[in-house]
């Protein structure tokens, strides 16, 4: 498995970003995708998650309204839209299977991408 983050950035409060994941080594198509992050000090938390097919999403209840999740099975990509940002949500991000799957495959999801830096500050 190789995960790829890309998108990130220093953006003022208020201001949006788009992140990016491309994924390799399984078949994307057939598993959930979440969005993670870590702040400093922080442990890594699940930040959103969508279904294998893309019509299902859900988020942390921090993120809701201003996220959006959304993934190109035919490009392997999933990509997290961030709006109105906040100073809070700076952390570095990561995709990946879900978490149930994170658990479940270790075998195969045996690794994490470097993520991606975001800086909300003005």
């Known amino acids: 498995v190789h995960l790829v983050e890309s998108g990130g950035g220093l953006v003022q409060p208020g201001g949006s970003l788009r992140l990016s994941c491309v994924a390799s080594g399984f078949t994307f198509s057939n598993y959930a995708m979440s969005w993670y992050r870590q702040a400093p000090g922080k442990e890594r938390e699940m930040v959103s998650i969508?279904?294998?097919?893309?019509?299902?999403?859900n988020y942390v209840d921090s993120v809701k309204g201003r996220f959006t999740i959304s993934r190109d099975n035919a490009k392997n990509t999933v990509y997290l839209q961030m709006n109105s940002l906040k100073p809070e949500d700076t952390a570095v991000y990561y995709c990946n299977a879900d978490p149930v799957t994170l658990a479940t495959k270790r075998q195969l999801f045996t690794s994490w991408g470097q993520g991606t830096q975001v800086t909300v500050s003005s």
């Open positions: 969508v279904t294998s097919g893309g019509g299902g999403t």
